[in-house]
T-cell receptor
Framework: SAVISQKPSRDICQRGTSLTIQCQVD?????MFWYRQQPGQSLTLIAT?????????ESGFVIDKFPISRPNLTFSTLTVSNMSPEDSSIYLC?????????????FGDGTRLSIL | GENVEQHPSTLSVQEGDSAVIKCTYS??????FPWYKQELGKRPQLIID?????GEKKDQRIAVTLNKTAKHFSLHITETQPEDSAVYFC?????????FGAGTTVTVRA
């Protein structure tokens, strides 16, 4: 199985600022995704990170608020922009390994974000 | 899009007893159904999955059953142990994406 590293693991930020979260995988992957998990809740897909092109966002999430990059097969970033207390959540990346036909997804450890 | 409902939201069982979690899905095109276990402060970890060409799959104390006609699938944990205490999420695919259930908090009482 792959090692999926997320940085930072946690952060406390001031409202109005932005934070970029990194996701690095040590194996070749086909698909990368970004999720949000609000306290005590389930996982909600933010977007699919597409290599070399714009991410595909789910309903309710927009590029201006959550810009995503994926410059190569094994690395992606999610930026949470102009943060407010409502953005306090765990942000998780997930990946599908090469050769697995779109499933299953494996998750990183997540980034626990608190906005003051 | 896919809608996944999961029941119960909480489940308390005596150590050694069985636990059953049930999920229903809405999209008849879904063909992949994973289950994830998330311990407090940890990542969701895949524990078992099933594809639509299979009705049942077992891995040691964990089994999953799928009824495509009724569009529901279930997780069965036998001989529960304290380390089984966690939040469990079911999911169903919507093309290449996953839709998750709301989660079940399982507590195993010693």
């Amino acid at each position: 199985s792959a090692v999926i590293s997320q940085k930072p693991s946690r952060d406390i930020c001031q409202r109005g600022t932005s934070l970029t979260i990194q996701c690095q995988v040590d194996s070749q992957v086909t698909m990368m995704f970004w999720y949000r998990q609000q306290p005590g809740q389930s996982l909600t897909l933010i977007a699919t990170a597409n290599q070399g092109s714009e991410a595909t966002y789910e309903s309710g999430f927009v590029i201006d608020k959550f810009p995503i990059s994926r410059p190569n097969l094994t690395f992606s970033t999610l930026t949470v922009s102009n943060m407010s207390p409502e953005d306090s959540s765990i942000y998780l990346c997930s990946v599908v390994l090469v050769g697995r036909d779109n499933q299953p997804q494996h998750f990183g450890d997540g980034t626990r974000l608190s906005i003051l | 899009g896919e809608n996944v409902e999961q029941h119960p939201s909480t489940l308390s069982v005596q150590e050694g007893d069985s636990a059953v979690i049930k999920c229903t899905y809405s999209d008849s095109a879904s063909n992949y159904f994973p289950w994830y276990k998330q311990e407090l402060g940890k990542r969701p970890q895949l524990i078992i999955d099933i594809r639509s060409n299979v009705g049942e799959k077992k891995d040691q104390r964990i089994a999953v059953t799928l009824n495509k006609t009724a569009k529901h699938f279930s997780l069965h944990i036998t001989e529960t142990q304290p380390e089984d205490s966690a939040v469990y999420f079911c999911a169903a695919n919507n093309d290449y994406k996953l839709s998750f259930g709301a989660g079940t908090t399982v507590t195993v009482r010693a």
